[in-house]
């Protein structure tokens, strides 16, 4: 069991079964910071805590948010990945498809991280509507640091679907948990449902509509 889903001992789900989707998704958003420092032409050290910020930011929230104990303060493996991931993206130099990959990585870590969060509120026990709170959170708070650092408009103020996407993916594992569903079938219909509305954002340019004032 990881640090990141650690609670009570009498509370046994879902936290075993997401504990793969809890590593994966601070190693892909770790990446994405590191990609993001690495299109400011910047250092290793840099990238490495542009990847320990992205990686762990939202979940830091969500854990504060919920009462839990903060995660990778309990396990330093969580630093560790962030770390990893950043070295990686060094090691890997410029290649023309690396920067494209920042995307498509995001797109995994917004579903993946999406149910994880809305999982953990959930071992918590919280309410439905807050675990999915939890879930947007989680998925998308540490890409907001990491634009902010990085100087990029937040993706908060983008037009093309973020976290309409990491809300669809927590939304849909709470209504399965609802409806009957055990963790894993749960966690794979939301994270597929999230990252799929997403693929389309980029794939196909789909945004939801602006608001238009009347005349």
């Given at each position: 069991?990881?640090?990141?889903?650690?609670?009570?001992?009498?509370?046994?789900a879902?936290?075993r079964?997401?504990?793969?989707?809890?590593?994966?998704?601070?190693?892909?958003f770790?990446a994405?910071?590191?990609?993001?420092?690495?299109?400011?032409?910047?250092?290793?050290v840099?990238?490495?805590?542009?990847?320990?910020?992205?990686?762990v930011?939202?979940g830091?929230?969500?854990?504060?948010?919920?009462g839990?104990?903060?995660?990778?303060?309990?396990?330093?493996?969580?630093v560790?990945?962030?770390?990893?991931?950043?070295?990686?993206?060094?090691?890997?130099?410029?290649?023309?498809?690396?920067?494209r990959?920042?995307?498509?990585?995001?797109?995994?870590?917004?579903?993946?991280?999406?149910?994880?969060?809305?999982?953990?509120?959930?071992a918590w026990?919280?309410?439905?509507l807050?675990?999915?709170?939890?879930?947007?959170?989680?998925?998308?708070?540490g890409?907001?640091v990491?634009?902010?650092?990085?100087?990029?408009?937040?993706?908060?103020?983008?037009?093309?679907?973020?976290?309409?996407?990491?809300?669809?993916?927590?939304?849909?594992?709470?209504?399965?948990?609802?409806?009957?569903?055990?963790?894993?079938p749960?966690?794979?219909?939301?994270a597929?449902?999230?990252?799929?509305?997403?693929?389309g954002?980029?794939?196909?340019?789909?945004?939801?509509?602006?608001?238009?004032?009347?005349?």
């Amino acid at each position: 069991m990881t640090a990141n889903v650690l609670v009570d001992p009498e509370i046994v789900a879902p936290e075993r079964l997401l504990a793969v989707l809890d590593f994966a998704g601070v190693a892909v958003f770790a990446a994405t910071g590191a990609l993001a420092a690495a299109r400011l032409k910047q250092d290793l050290v840099t990238a490495a805590f542009f990847a320990a910020i992205t990686g762990v930011g939202g979940g830091t929230l969500r854990d504060l948010l919920i009462g839990a104990p903060v995660f990778w303060v309990t396990d330093w493996r969580y630093v560790a990945v962030c770390v990893a991931a950043a070295v990686a993206v060094w090691l890997i130099g410029a290649r023309e498809w690396r920067f494209r990959a920042l995307l498509w990585l995001d797109a995994v870590g917004l579903a993946a991280y999406g149910v994880l969060g809305a999982a953990k509120a959930e071992a918590w026990g919280a309410p439905a509507l807050i675990c999915v709170v939890m879930g947007a959170l989680t998925a998308c708070f540490g890409g907001v640091v990491r634009d902010l650092l990085a100087g990029q408009p937040s993706i908060l103020l983008r037009r093309e679907i973020t976290v309409s996407a990491a809300i669809l993916a927590a939304g849909a594992y709470v209504a399965a948990k609802a409806l009957g569903l055990d963790d894993w079938p749960a966690a794979i219909l939301g994270a597929g449902l999230g990252f799929a509305l997403r693929a389309g954002a980029l794939k196909r340019g789909w945004s939801l509509p602006a608001f238009a004032p009347r005349s």
